[in-house]
């Protein structure tokens, strides 16, 4: 190719010609590319870099030499604040017009915004301000209405349950009444013809001993004859009556037939002000739509279980219901409990938490577990439950007398934790009825649900907090002795076959604590086995209990049978109960070592003692007991009991193998299926995602002010950054994009970890109790889409309007859209795996 010194041409205007090309290449639209001028001061050709060869007068400028992008160099496009047409031309933006590098036209400004002469970007300040304005009073108003949306919709509910209870309450007593009244009137009614009886039987007798004596007497026969013609002619007139006069009857006299020919039912009737008693028929199974009917016949039934109760307290529960609601029977599965040399050792270690436990807990009875501290109460109800992890199990349990996993029956079986793992942000009755829709089964009616819950509302004292929050530990909600109850609730609703509670009446007063048993035993009433872990019982709460399961440290049975015969018990080893001493507070007291059993007893030969009371095998380690005792011949093996001393190195190594044993248990635990043998089939995956989700949208809305903030500091960040971030048009506003990926993706990163991490002891139990875990996890990304949703419109509400960068609304709005969806998927992640702390650090780590 030719050099430029040699025969070389100028570019042509319009055309820029680079180094070593023999042909010129049009400017494309946007850029200005005129004849340079040559600069005698510099020797350059004006605006463009390139000089003219030394010595060489036949040369002079031409068009462009190069073309490069806006970032390198900018002298080929059009300069901001102008516009040009064509490439070769360039004219000034006017006022109310605005021109970037590179128009070639200009474009009007908003109403509300500033354009001088020559602008190169408009003035929208006025709409973020008008915007960040409206957003904030739209967020105080949500922050305001949202919690008074639920609060209204609860006035209308209790108000709907007010009014059926009164109506049921109502309809109870006017039936009492009723029948109170009819017996009276059967009563009287029978005296009267009794005494009418005797009457006609002795005119009958005078009659005939007239006629016998004086038949010709002309004045007997004419007082004889009107009475024969009265007795005759009554029936005429009463036969004639119906014919000559019908009467309708009255109002009050068809409810009460109608109350007299079925005494039993469902219809009820309004008392109101006079004589004015309308009959209202109670709708009866698909007919029962309405929250009110719904409502009216529960309190129906639970009235008329309280009469039925009060009249037949030797009848069961079931059958009492049975007789309120004349319909079969819902029979309980039974499950039983046997246990045989039941062995729990700690792995990593070789410590024993339980030894040798023998015996069963049975349906139909309320066993209490107690024992001093250390003695693993709550280890043993976790091993019956299928809960102990972290342990080699030994020994046997069987399901009604088969080897079989507990956990074929979890959907049948109630686990009340001694923590209240409630949710706080809910009412007492939405914790209930969310347990109840969730672990029925999905073809027990609705009416027959809430009849559930009401029962249970009930027979726990919950009446007059039901509408109230549980409370957490920022906000105050009900007070602890409710908040035990109602996590005891959430598995009663249910209707388990085992129900098993760790210290639940920890906590509560005598009065709440009689209250509490109260209602377990009628749950034993249907055959539900219930086994509890009680600390300090009182007498009267003592009695109360059928069956005891008394510890000693380490795991050892010291008694298991019935209440009534434990004294009796201790009685034969020497041990008497002082008086005015609770027993169960003695036995306690003797197994921590505050007391002193007696002359010739141990502690420590308790459990030999009920081992050998039995028949059971003594480990050989405890043989040295029997010696003592004086029952067995065997020698001592003095260092059976030893303990020999470990390093520092070797606790280290054994407490690390013992913690990776749990977290694999844990694991295995988690993730164990085992065939459903409850034969109860719960709400699939899509009900309970409705009710998952229902719950989700509520707490949600109480939890407005802290959306509120969220959304308002993504306001504040979206005007800072904006402010700060101006666009230049050399780097098309990369900066203000970079604050923005980070600002955003750390702030929802943050906002996402609390849809899981702060639920996760709440997430265990349901998912242990059968709930879907899949539902569980749809229905929280379902509500957190709509963050996802509205958070870019937030924060671009502000960026946009006050750094106006060239991009369209739209393209910024897509591109944050993907950024939180994905930010937030990360969130979840960290949520999961990790504890709130390390969450919150990791993601704040990987914003940056």
């Given amino acids: 190719m030719p050099a430029r010194t040699r025969d070389s041409q100028p570019c042509c205007e319009g055309f820029f010609c680079p180094q070593g090309i023999t042909c010129m290449i049009p400017c494309p639209l946007g850029s ?250 109670m709708p009866k199974g698909k007919q029962l739509h309405t929250r009110s009917q719904i409502f009216k016949y529960a309190y129906g039934q639970l009235e008329k279980e309280k009469a039925m109760e009060e009249k037949t307290k030797d009848l069961t529960f079931s059958g009492v219901i049975s007789m309120a609601t004349d319909t079969e029977i819902r029979t309980r599965p039974v499950i039983e409990v046997a246990f045989k040399d039941l062995t729990l050792t700690l792995k990593g270690k070789n410590k024993h938490l339980m030894r040798c436990v023998t015996g069963k807990i049975m349906p139909g009875r309320v066993s209490a577990v107690m024992g001093p501290s250390g003695a693993g109460k709550t280890t043993f109800l976790s091993a019956l439950a299928g809960k102990a992890t972290g342990c080699t199990m030994s020994g046997l349990i069987l399901i009604n007398g088969k080897v079989e996993s507990i956990y074929s029956y979890k959907k049948i079986i109630g686990f009340v934790p001694q923590d209240d793992v409630v949710h706080g942000n809910l009412t007492v009755e939405e914790n209930l009825r969310f347990s109840a829709r969730c672990r029925l089964s999905a073809d027990m009616p609705k009416p027959d649900k809430v009849l559930v819950v009401e029962r249970v509302i009930e027979s726990l004292g919950l009446q007059a907090v039901r509408d109230s929050l549980v409370g957490t530990v920022e906000k105050r909600g009900i007070s602890g002795g409710q908040r035990k109850r109602v996590n005891v609730g959430l598995e009663m609703v249910m209707e388990p076959s085992l129900l098993i509670l760790d210290e639940p009446t920890s906590g509560l007063d005598s009065a709440s604590s009689n209250l509490l048993l109260r209602a377990l035993r009628r749950e034993a009433l249907e055959g539900v086995n219930i086994s509890m872990v009680v600390h300090q019982p009182s007498y009267a709460l003592f009695k109360m209990f059928d069956d005891l399961i008394l510890l000693a440290k380490g795991g050892l049975t010291v008694y298991h049978g019935s209440v009534k015969k434990v004294e009796e018990y201790f009685a034969g080893l020497g041990i008497t109960v002082p008086e005015r001493v609770n027993p169960p507070d003695h036995y306690i007291d003797i197994l921590e070592g505050m007391v002193k059993p007696g002359s010739g007893v141990t502690v420590q030969q308790l459990p030999v003692r009920w081992m050998l009371h039995n028949g059971y095998p003594v480990p050989p380690d405890m043989m040295q007991y029997c010696d003592q005792i004086g029952t067995s011949s065997k020698g001592v093996n003095p260092s059976a009991n030893g303990t020999s001393e470990q390093s520092f190195a070797g606790d280290l190594w054994k407490d690390m193998v013992c913690n990776v044993e749990i977290q694999r248990d844990h694991m295995h635990h988690n993730f164990l299926k085992s065939n459903d043998l409850s034969n109860r089939v719960t709400p699939g995956i899509l009900r309970q995602h409705r009710y998952f989700l229902g719950r989700a949208v509520k707490q949600r809305l109480r939890e407005a002010k802290m959306q509120a903030a969220d959304y308002l500091i993504l306001l504040l960040a979206g005007a800072s950054l904006g402010i700060l971030a101006k666009v230049s048009d050399e780097t098309f506003g990369a900066l203000g994009y970079t604050y923005t990926v980070i600002a955003v993706s750390l702030l929802c990163k943050i906002a996402a970890l609390r849809s899981f991490s702060l639920e996760k002891l709440h997430y265990w139990r349901e998912r242990a109790s059968g709930m879907s875990s899949l539902a569980y996890f749809l229905s929280k990304d379902t509500v957190d889409h709509f963050n996802t949703v509205i958070k870019p419109l937030v924060y671009l509400s502000m960026f946009y309007f006050f750094n106006n960068p060239r991009s369209s609304f739209t393209d910024n709005y897509i591109v944050l859209l993907c950024l939180v969806y994905c930010v937030t998927g990360v969130a979840y992640v960290f949520a999961i795996l990790l504890e709130p702390s390390p969450a919150q650090l990791v993601c704040t780590g990987r914003s940056y």
């Fill in 32 to 281: 200005y590319c005129p004849r340079g001028k040559l600069n005698k001061t510099t020797g350059i050709c004006d605006p463009y870099r390139y000089q003219l060869p030394p010595g060489k007068t036949n040369h002079t400028c031409g068009g462009a030499d190069i073309w490069a992008d806006v970032t390198s160099s900018s002298e080929v496009f059009c300069s901001a604040g102008s516009y040009c047409p064509t490439n070769t031309k360039k004219v000034t933006c006017s006022s109310g017009n605005y021109c970037r590098m590179g128009s070639t036209k200009q474009k009007p400004c908003f109403k509300l915004s500033t354009c001088n002469p020559e602008s190169a970007n408009q003035n929208i300040h006025a709409y973020g301000i008008i915007l960040f304005a409206a957003l904030s009073i739209t967020l105080l108003i949500f922050y305001t209405c949202s919690d008074q949306v639920l609060t209204t919709r609860h006035e209308r509910m209790a108000k709907s349950r007010e009014a059926a209870a009164r109506s049921a309450r109502e309809t109870a007593q006017a039936r009492e009444r009723w029948k109170s009244a009819k017996d009276g009137a059967k009563k009287r009614a029978i005296g009267l013809q009794q005494q009418l009886s005797r009457t006609f039987s002795r005119k009958t007798t005078v009659k005939q001993q007239e006629q016998v004596k004086v038949l010709g007497q002309a004045a007997n026969d004419t007082l004889f004859t009107p009475t024969i013609q009265s007795n005759s002619s009554a029936p005429l007139q009463s036969s004639a009556a119906p014919k000559a006069t019908k009467k309708k009857p009255t109002n009050l006299t068809k409810m009460l037939q109608s109350l007299e020919d079925n005494s039993d039912g469902n219809e009820g009737f309004n008392l109101e002000i006079g004589d004015k008693n309308i009959k209202k028929h």
